[in-house]
């Protein structure tokens, strides 16, 4: 009885520690403005989305989303805490209130976007995904079926774990599923051989694959196993920070179709003053219209944000185009226009 | 008058630390709903949708969530008990050789103990899985008749088969925790006087005898509480089987706290798994010690 006891008293003070946070009713927006400094969660170990350099510095593409939202939010895209989080971590980070946004490879879906599920909120996709298997060059699997009966490496905790399921499951096809928490833990066991294949999302394979001793022996398959649309997200209960993250992404994707770059936007905002006759490049740069007040943010932001991180052909150029550590072709994350699926709504 | 004085200051106490409580549990319970996180446990019924490479107990991925977490507490209990086990008796040996005659003996169960307690537990998983185990290469293993059979999936015995990342759990505790044991076992002995060796050495009793029925026996009262302890931190140490790859309760609760966004359930099903865990430790440890004392009582 007595040890019971302690243990009601033990649950009831740990508790009490975590129970203290999102007191105040008003949107996270008002108070990254006030705290001056934007709180991102990241994952931090994926080349080309978000990695630690050995400078200290963050990295990639998500790395980058987070800087357009401090640029609109905040005016300043230095002005950012980076909190690297495990995939287990990353939603009670937010609905803990511990980071203001997520902006961490995190797949777009029914249950996490629900009230009555993960309760987030997402922005639009940032980069549209799959999940894919690598295998070794010289083991000669060369699809699905290959696999049956064998090992598969795979982190735990994600969509991953149960598309691959579900893929297996449909096919009629047995496998033993290894479970890691870490990436770097699938990858090390795929390396030792302890798994036939590895499996997540084709990016994060590619990441890996260039970080290898000799990338050439290992092939990731063609057999595509989900749709992973990656996408920021951030508490659903708030309205406000929604709303201004969801432009903010979709400035990026406007601006590249328009031809606005971190180079021309100076120009481009002349051009727009000096031509009243312009009227959605002068809406969509803040000179008419007030958007930015509509949504929380100043009436400029997109100047703040392409000035700080240029459109999203330039992020995607940057740090995943053909020239960058990871190069990944950029296939269904062209525009619409070039026959892929990034659109954006009118800036009206 | 002085035992009412007594009686209402402890009232008051207990008025006090209930009350404190009752606040804590308000403000949990006000709060989650608040970040709309309030208490559900519906979803326990729902097919998990993820499958498991272990499992005692037959288990398919459309199996409930309830069921996942028990096969998952299966798990834990099997690394538990035959890490408890093999710890014990290598703790043993290992406490009893540093104490023994033999000087050689004892300096290198004294160099076992250093390195092993000196070196975190993670850093010694990690170590016994990717060098012990997976460091065996795929086509690199060893075969004795069919019967006995390694590589780096694990270790085949006549038709059972222990995967690679329970072995390397179950090397990594039991050898962590021995070096602890060791060092009860060697302090209980200690605690014995010197003149009870003397004794029963002067009376001719063969050594080997000596200690099982003369020394063991009056060590044992002050070895049992610090054994206790040890396998109190071996099963809260089995959680590190994420690290290794291991299906124990603790990784199954990961997965569904990311498919279902229900962590602080989760945890609370956890801190119960875990406690039912301990307090069957705990108290089968307590009815060893009692009958120990009963015995010698006696004799």
Known sequence: MRRLVSVIVGLAALSAGCATTNQDNSSRLNLIKNRNELICGVSGKIPGFSFLKSDGTYQGLDVDICKAFAAAIIGDSEKIQYRPLTAAERFTAIKTGEIDLLSRNTTFTLSRDSSGGNGLTFAPVVFHDGQGLMVKKESEISSLKDLANKSICVGSGTTTEQNINDAFESASLPYTPIKYQDLNQVVAGYLQGRCSAMTSDRSQLAAARSGFKNPKEHIILDDVLSKEPLAPASDGQDQKLADAMRWVVYSLISAEEQGITKSNIDKKVQIAKNNPQLKPLRRFLGIDGGLGEKIGLSNDFVVKVIKSTGNYGEIYERHLGQNSEVPIPRGQNELYKKGGVHISPPFN | ?299
């Open chain 2, 1 to 299: 008058m002085k035992i009412n004085q007594k009686l209402f200051l402890q009232f008051g106490i207990s008025i006090i630390f209930f009350g404190l409580i009752g606040i804590l549990i308000n403000n949990l319970t006000i709060n989650l709903i608040r970040t709309g996180l309030g208490f559900d446990f519906s979803w326990l019924l729902k097919p998990a949708s993820f499958a498991l490479a272990e499992h005692p107990l037959p288990y398919t991925s459309s199996d409930s969530y309830a069921w996942a977490l028990f096969i998952g507490w299966l798990n834990s209990l099997k690394v538990i008990v035959s890490s408890l086990i093999l710890a014990t008796f290598l703790g043993t040996l290992i406490g009893f050789a540093r104490t023994g005659t033999n000087s050689l003996l004892g300096l290198i169960s004294a160099g076992y103990i250093t390195i092993i307690r000196q070196t975190p537990l993670l850093l010694q998983l990690m170590f016994w899985y990717f060098v012990g185990f997976l460091g065996l290469k795929d086509n690199m293993f060893i075969q004795i008749k069919n019967i006995f059979n390694i590589s780096n999936k694990g270790i085949e015995l006549s038709g059972l088969t222990f995967s690679s990342e329970f072995l390397a759990l179950l090397f990594g505790l039991s050898i962590f925790t021995s070096a602890y044991i060791a060092e009860v076992i060697r302090g209980g002995i200690l605690s014995v006087s010197r003149g009870q060796w003397e004794a029963f050495r002067s009376l001719g009793i063969s050594e080997r005898k000596g200690v099982i029925r003369i020394i063991l026996p009056q060590a044992l009262p002050a070895i049992i509480p610090g054994l206790t302890s040890q396998y109190l931190n071996l099963a809260k140490n089995s959680t590190l089987a994420i690290a290794v790859g291991y299906s124990d309760i603790y990784a199954i609760n990961d997965t569904i706290i990311n498919q279902t966004g229900r962590a602080i359930e989760c945890f609370i099903i956890l801190l119960i798994s875990f406690l039912l865990l301990n307090l069957l430790i705990t108290n089968a440890m307590e009815i060893i010690n009692r009958l120990i004392l009963k015995s010698q009582r006696y004799d």
